[in-house]
């Protein structure tokens, strides 16, 4: 099956300072999502980002799904930034129509005062 | 509008007991799934309603567990009887069609001792 994978596995970074995460998938998918999973275990949605590059406030996101990775950068971090960034990968399925994502192993974020 | 929200946030219970996690998802969401998080592993993708229809249930583990979609509204997921390789974190996701953006809940913690 497919795999999905995320670098770095853990990250240290002193607030202020920008970090960029990455994910590497094995197939061509037809969608891709960045997800935080803040300290009280939610998982709150980042970008949905087949392709392209979106950007919100200090996050962005660039996909180029020919060569099967996604970036994930942060400026100027937060100490609420911690965390562990998700990537997930949905599957071109059923006549085209995404059934299931397959998520990454995560990057572990910790930002310190 | 309301997210995805799931009950109960946490949940205790003994081998062999029962346990039934409940899902609403955003109101006109006809795609639900349901995915587990065990320790120390990713997330992993159980079942995909569409309405009260299973499109794919090709990641639950057993027959212990069953998914129920009463008039494609909210879902249940029961597993009974519980074992202690079940405890988890179940995160509920909805999206308005097979291929877009799905929304998570804020998942159920299922201890089982």
């Known amino acids: 099956g497919i795999q999905v994978e995320q670098s770095p596995p853990d990250l240290i970074l002193q607030e202020g300072a920008n970090s960029t995460l990455r994910c590497n998938f094995s197939d061509s998918v037809n969608n891709l999502q960045w997800f935080h999973q803040n300290p009280w275990g939610q998982l709150i949605n980042l970008f949905y980002i087949p392709s392209g590059t979106k950007q919100n406030g200090r996050l962005s996101a660039t996909t180029v799904a020919t060569e099967r990775y996604s970036l994930l950068y942060i400026s100027s971090s937060q100490t609420t930034d911690s965390g562990v960034y998700f990537c997930a990968v949905g599957l071109m399925n059923y006549g085209g129509a995404t059934n299931k994502l397959i998520f990454g192993t995560g990057t572990l974020l910790a930002v310190q005062p | 509008e309301a997210g995805v929200t799931q009950f109960p946030s946490h949940s205790v219970i003994e081998k062999g007991q029962t346990v039934t996690l409940r899902c609403d998802p955003i109101?006109?969401?006809?795609?639900l799934y349901w995915y587990r998080r065990v320790m120390g592993k990713e997330i992993k993708f159980l079942l995909h309603?569409?309405?009260?229809?299973?499109?794919?249930e090709s990641g639950m583990p057993n027959n212990r567990f069953l998914a129920e979609r009463t008039g494609g509204t909210y879902s249940t997921l029961k597993v009974q009887p519980a074992e202690l390789e079940d405890s988890g974190v179940y995160f509920c996701?909805?999206?308005?069609?097979?291929?877009?953006?799905?929304?998570f809940g804020q998942g159920t913690r299922l201890t089982v001792v």
């Open positions: 996701a909805s999206s308005l069609y097979g291929d877009t953006e799905a929304f």
């Open positions: 309603f569409v309405k009260e229809s299973k499109q794919d």
């Open positions: 109101s006109g969401h006809d795609n």
